[in-house]
């Protein structure tokens, strides 16, 4: 099997593992937010600003830097879109349930995760408490990036107080992005093997 279908045989298969927990539409902008975020990662590499403030020149970083701001202005929009659809959808207090001192299925699932057992999403459990935390990691780097893209393009003095916060509020969507897409893909993983055995187990069965 070639490199390309065992891509494309994966991508299949993590498509309908994502389905058991988010609708189509959910896992479509799921997917464009992880992309436009690992790419605007990736961008950020390449951007220069001048201690005047100006883009650098040069023109790997230009392109860079306007690629940056005009990907970030969709990451915007697609980070609201996500935060009104989930927080309609299930309300805060599905996220957030240590704020109204619900803790009682999030106390269970972090016992379980100390015993090194897998823990699946549940409604105020580990694994939508730290959804939410992504949430608002996603929600403050996107909107810190706003504000400092409005205040640089008005000239305003506190623009590179701005982009540095940005610059430090974009770390806790790194992080999050490492530990949350590393548990979704190992879980991914359990599933697939899981699912594998229980296939030949059928067959045998079977035959």
């Given amino acids: 099997m070639s490199v390309t279908s ?3 045989e994966q991508a299949a298969l993590l498509w309908r593992f994502l389905g058991f927990f988010q609708t189509p539409y959910l896992r479509v ?3 464009i937010i992880a992309v436009l975020v690992i790419l605007q990662i990736l961008s950020s590499f390449a951007m220069h600003m001048l ?10 970083s230009w392109l860079a830097t306007w690629y940056h701001i005009l990907a970030g202005l969709a990451t915007v929009i697609a980070g609201l879109l996500l935060a009104a659809y989930s927080l309609t959808k299930r309300g805060l207090r599905y996220f957030f349930p240590y704020l ?3 803790t009682e299925q999030l106390g269970k699932d972090i016992r379980a995760s100390l015993h090194f057992k897998m823990v699946p999403p549940r409604p105020k459990g580990l694994a939508t408490a730290v959804q939410g935390l992504g949430l608002g990691a996603l929600l403050l780097a996107v909107l810190s990036g706003l504000i400092w893209y409005l ?3 008005n000239g305003s003095p506190f623009a590179e107080l701005a982009r540095k916060t940005h610059e430090n509020l974009t770390l806790l969507i790194e ?3 490492l530990g949350h897409g590393g548990m979704a893909l190992l879980h991914f993983f359990v599933w697939q093997r899981k699912s594998g055995r ?3 187990t ?3 069965s079977d035959s």
């Fill in 175 to 177: 992080l999050y992005l």
């Fill in 198 to 200: 229980e296939a030949k």
């Fill in 51 to 60: 201690p005047s403030g100006q883009i650098n020149p040069a023109i790997s």
């Fill in 151 to 153: 205040l640089w393009v």
């Fill in 6 to 8: 065992i891509i494309r």
């Fill in 202 to 204: 059928q067959e045998r």
């Fill in 100 to 102: 109204w001192g619900d």
């Fill in 29 to 31: 902008l799921h997917a």
